[in-house]
């Protein structure tokens, strides 16, 4: 009756893996690509035709619903709190690695109650200023940041964000004086840098490549290893005299931390071919993005390597949350 009774349990256990391996996964129920953040910004111009391309492929309905709020930790979370059971992902993004610097008591625990499933994209960021800024290479700008007496004033889209530790990490490796002007996103930051109230800011290269293009600003410098073919005339900070500065915006997609590993293959799968098909392919090209680096090869492991590497820099620029 024992041997019964543990043959039965261990053959109840085995029809999930038995189900997904002959493709009920995803079936008729929708997949829910969690963005969490509004519709209209980098996440979500990403993870439309990502979620698209993965229905087509699968046969099954991947749909992407927007939850904003408390700098993604909001929509983060319902995914942290989610039942692994491959019907909600997250549509994350490097700010999910330095999230638990700017924020200490977070509603949920970044390394263990998500699983880093595959990366969807790299991005550089840029160094931009106004076209008619004096500033016409970063030494320029540097020098300046040096010799001025009240500093530069740059732009953010919020305070403890990637732009504004990468631009904190960039002052303390040239010496510049600098200033940070907090703002609700991306879009206003980039209205009064055109404007002229801030003199520069770093943005990722899909939200400033239109106005980079129209020549309304400048790009100074490119923040990846190497020149991106979408701007290839712009010098890497390397290049521009800044060699220990090199970052990417990446995104990825995260499950629930208990997600089955049959569920979890299945959609990397899903991830890889998406990635593989020409309208992906020519989209990621346009906005400058790339899938490829440690974080394509292992990307659990490049996560927890970034949860390091983002503490390492909130160390280094003295970053505390409550000021």
Known sequence: MRIALRLLAAMALAVPALSFATGAWPGSRPVRLIVPASAGGSLDTLARPLAQAMSDLSGGRFIVENVGGAAGMIGANNVAKAAPDGYTFLFGAIHHVILPIAYPKM???TAKDLAPIGLIANVPNVVLVRSDSPFKTLEDLVRAGKTSEQGLNYGTGGKGGLHHLSTEHFKLLTGAKMQAVHYRGSAPAITDLLGGQIDLMFETMPMALGQIRSGALRALAVTSAARSPALPSTPTLAEA?????????????FGPAKLPP???????????????????????????????????RDFPGFVASELRHWADVGRRIDFKPGE
């Open 262 to 296: 049959e569920i979890a293959e299945r959609m990397r799968g899903l991830i890889v071919q998406a990635l593989g098909t020409d309208k992906i392919k020519a989209l990621w090209k346009d906005y400058g993005a790339t899938v490829d680096g440690p974080g394509a």
């Open 107 to 109: 509603p949920y625990d």
């Open 241 to 253: 005299g800044v060699p220990d500065l090199a970052v990417t915006t990446w995104y990825g997609i």
